[in-house]
């Protein structure tokens, strides 16, 4: 599964800290504008 699909399921199960922790355990020059979205 792609990180970005498992951030979606996450959301929809409320668990807002795994996405956070997902998204910033990647490189600031390794993560996509998407990504970014959704940390935002």
């Known amino acids: 599964m792609e990180l970005l699909e498992q951030c ?7 668990e807002h800290k ?3 922790d997902a998204l910033e355990a990647i490189a600031d020059e390794d993560r996509t ?8």
């Open 8 to 14: 979606q399921k996450w959301f929809e199960h409320g």
């Open 18 to 20: 795994k996405i956070i």
């Open 33 to 40: 504008a998407d990504m970014d979205m959704e940390l935002a």
